[in-house]
């Protein structure tokens, strides 16, 4: 159990190192996260639509959500494993949060990366991570399962009669 251990130790330091490398080799520090989400959510709240959706949502509370994000971006692309949130527990209820809106979101990410990144290098792996995680949380806070039911899709009885025939 020891030996199980110590091996997973190892392993997940080496994950961190190979992160650490190639996020210096891209030119990204702990500097160029705090200055992208810095920039991020200033223009989040500038945004007509999402600006009030967030700004409801963590009225009095926007320093902790700064650090917070700011840790949970550093967590990502340094693979630290220092972020303890759960994301989507934290999106749940938010209101009038729709799927409509993280296209706009992934927009406004990708504006910001377009004036900050380092290199193209950086700005395509962030941008990547950042579509992987509103995929995410779209998927887990809108997901419908019935909607994949091959009954419910227009025509899809109509097609499997003509099959029969």
Do not use: C
């Not at 994950?15 to 959510?41: C, P």
């Amino acid at each position: 159990m020891a030996d199980e251990m110590q091996s997973r130790t190892i392993h997940a330091a080496a994950i961190r190192e190979r992160a650490e490398a190639e996020m210096k080799a891209m030119g990204v520090d702990d500097a160029f996260i705090s200055t992208l989400v810095d920039t991020f959510y200033a223009r989040v709240l500038a945004h007509p639509e999402l600006g009030p959706i967030f700004d409801a949502r963590l009225s009095g509370r926007w320093p902790e959500h700064m650090e917070k994000m700011k840790s949970f971006w550093s967590a990502v692309a340094f693979r630290s494993g220092a972020y303890g949130g759960k994301p989507v527990q934290a999106h749940l209820g938010v209101a009038n949060l729709t799927p409509e809106l993280f296209p706009k979101w992934l927009e406004l990410f990708a504006a910001t990366l377009d004036d900050i990144a380092p290199n193209d290098e950086a700005k395509a792996w962030f941008m990547e991570t950042a579509e992987r995680i509103a995929r995410s949380l779209t998927l887990s806070l809108f997901y419908n399962p019935a909607l994949d039911d091959p009954a419910l899709v227009p025509g899809a009885n109509a097609s499997a009669s003509a099959r029969k025939v």
